[in-house]
């Protein structure tokens, strides 16, 4: 019987470990031809948007899409909008509901996961000093991620709001186990460091944060902002400097404003990029170069973690059932 999983469900069952094992597998059946994922659907209206990011994992039996929407009225403002997300599992094999599960969570687990997948297989695996640009979930997720592949001895974080910074530092190391310095300046925090960790809230004609002349030789930028093509973190420059360049999609390119505006300035070339599961079968590399990870996101990965998830539920015996509600209709082979 199908069942719903709350975001309560969802943070109680999946951990970061199991988030990133689940999206390498994901990757793998992609690489291997058994899995795909298309274009996300985006519709606008007068009083908001809706997204739509379809995936099959023919590998595991399990196709479906993650669902999210925003409302804005003149009665409930930008800065209170609401936001809703939802992942719907169903059999690949037989097209029966498997699952509806709140992705609120799953959104952000899957995206530093993503992020600490790459930087599994694009650093050498004593790589432990990182700096962090924002202070948001993302950026909390994507930290407490690279816990889960790399053993973090220092860590420093850079945002606008000091009183964010200092919240976010106290938080973190709290979490982590490790103390977490704010920095005044983003040059700052990236002293020392051997990974850039960069998840702003970006916008439109909001400039960047992070600057290619501020890095050194041998360090991994990982980038999760900027997922629309008005939208900018880090400058062309940044893609200049990168010895390799690996997109979790390469609708990445005509996604995000960064790899746009790098592209349309020169400092990227389309031939130059891979995408994440062409490098997963890649032991880490056993010296430093100048890497970037970007990513925008991707049912794909919506689907790997929310299956993660539905199958612990299943071993834990969590979740609200339901009754199937759709109708079956029966037609002939063509």
């Known amino acids: 019987m199908p069942f719903f999983l709350s975001d309560d469900d969802v943070r109680r069952l999946i951990t970061m470990e199991d988030a990133v094992a689940a999206l390498e597998d994901a990757h793998l059946q992609l690489a291997r031809g058994e899995a795909a994922t298309a274009e996300r659907v985006v519709l606008k209206f007068s009083t908001g948007w809706m997204r739509v990011l379809p995936a099959v994992l023919e590998g595991w039996g399990v196709a479906g899409y993650k669902e999210f929407h925003q409302i804005v009225t003149p009665e409930r403002p930008k800065e209170v909008a609401t936001v809703r997300y939802a992942v719907h599992l ?32 694009m650093t050498p695996a004593g790589v432990n000093r990182f700096a962090v640009i924002g202070t948001g979930m993302e950026a909390r997720s994507q930290l407490l991620a690279m816990r889960a592949v790399r053993d973090l001895r220092q860590v420093r974080v850079y945002s606008r709001n000091e009183e964010r910074r200092a919240r976010f530092a106290a938080e973190m190391s709290e979490l982590l186990g ?10 700052a925090a990236l002293e020392e460091a051997q990974v850039v960790i960069v998840a702003t809230n970006t916008g439109v004609g909001g400039g960047v944060a992070l600057e290619g002349e501020w890095l050194r030789p041998g360090m991994h930028v990982s980038s999760i902002g900027s997922t629309s093509p008005g939208q900018r973190e880090i400058a062309p420059s940044v893609w200049a400097q990168a010895d390799q360049i690996v997109v979790d999609t390469r609708r990445a390119l005509h996604e995000s404003g960064d790899c746009v505006e790098a592209i349309k300035t020169g400092a990227l070339a389309a031939a130059r990029v891979q995408e994440l599961q062409e490098v997963l079968g890649l032991a880490p590399p056993s010296r430093t ?17 929310a299956y993660r998830v539905y199958r612990l539920a ?10 199937p509600f759709q109708k079956v209709k029966f037609t002939a082979p063509n």
């Open 90 to 121: 169903f059999d690949s094999r037989s097209g029966e509901p498997l699952a509806v599960v709140d992705a609120d969570y799953i959104t952000q687990v899957r995206t530093g996961a993503t992020a600490a997948l790459a930087a599994a297989r």
């Open 178 to 187: 490790v103390e977490v310095v704010p920095a005044l300046t983003p040059q």
């Open 289 to 305: 170069a100048s890497t970037l990870f970007k990513s925008v996101g991707s049912g794909l990965q919506d689907l790997a973690v």
């Open 314 to 323: 299943l071993a834990q015996g969590a979740g609200r059932p339901f009754e």
